[in-house]
Nanobody
Framework: QLQASGGGTVQPGGSLTLSCVANDTIFMLNVMAWHRQPPGKEREAVASIIHSGATQYAGSVEGRFTISRDPPKRTFYLRMDNLEPEDTAVYYC?????????????WGQGTQVTVSS
């Protein structure tokens, strides 16, 4: 139900924008987020945006990454600026719907981001 795209290879200091297209469930999502899994490491949260529009970022990307959403396009984004080699990872989009105390988790397929000179 989530489709991520936009990964690629970029030089240090470069930029990329990831997109995550949802079906109509985007209007029900309580949380939209991006996670990443660097090579040989655990998956980690990168950025999230909740229904109210409030955002939260991992300390390592604060000031460089921006999460945003465009519900009419059923899409949310991760704009990544000033990329560093440490940002190399598979990036996953994530959505959470919580209804009547039940949580429904949705994951997109990963998209590879490689930062290398």
């Amino acid at each position: 139900q989530l489709q991520a795209s936009g990964g690629g290879t970029v030089q240090p200091g470069g930029s990329l924008t990831l997109s995550c297209v949802a079906n109509d469930t985007i209007f029900m999502l309580n949380v939209m987020a991006w996670h990443r899994q660097p090579p040989g490491k655990e998956r980690e949260a990168v950025a999230s945006i909740i229904h109210s529009g409030a955002t939260q970022y991992a300390g390592s990307v604060e000031g460089r990454f921006t999460i945003s959403r465009d519900p009419p396009k059923r899409t949310f984004y991760l704009r990544m600026d000033n990329l560093e080699p440490e940002d190399t990872a598979v990036y996953y989009c994530y959505g959470l719907i919580e209804q009547n105390g039940i949580k429904y988790h949705m994951w997109g397929q990963g998209t590879q981001v490689t930062v290398s000179s």
